[in-house]
Nanobody, 125 residues
Framework: QVHLVESGGGLVQAGGSLRLSCAAS?????????MGWFRQAPGKEREFVSG????????YYPDSVKGRFTISRDNAKNTLYLQMNSLKPEDTAVYYC?????????????????WGQGTQVTVSS
């Protein structure tokens, strides 16, 4: 069982930045999991935000955040990050981290096995 805890959310003005963290504990070695970030806004479906391979050498972003968000990981600290720059009001959502045993880091949420509880990000205009 992997326990994931997100932090770093908050209220920020449009154009600002936030850095989310996701601390992992339990289960296997952190580097054996690929990781992802998703978000869900009120009344909307959960949306893929970014994914990263086990080593951190490969990342994947949808067009909606490409060039603004950067996913990274520190396997020595068992921690996943999401640096969010140039934030827009439409980025407002609860952000979740997730891990995949299979090594997938794409947009399909069914590829991920464990999920955190989420952290709220609110971007004001």
């Amino acid at each position: 069982q992997v326990h994931l805890v997100e932090s770093g959310g908050g209220l920020v003005q449009a154009g600002g930045s936030l850095r989310l963290s996701c601390a992992a504990s339990g289960g296997r070695t952190f580097s054996s999991y690929s990781m992802g970030w998703f978000r869900q806004a009120p009344g909307k479906e959960r949306e893929f935000v970014s994914g990263i391979s086990r080593s951190g050498g490969h990342q994947y972003y949808p067009d909606s955040v490409k060039g603004r968000f950067t996913i990274s990981r520190d396997n020595a600290k068992n921690t996943l990050y999401l640096q969010m720059n140039s934030l827009k009001p439409e980025d407002t959502a609860v952000y979740y981290c997730a891990c995949s045993i299979s090594g997938a880091y794409g947009r399909s949420d069914s590829s991920y096995d464990y999920w955190g509880q989420g952290t709220q990000v609110t971007v004001s205009s």
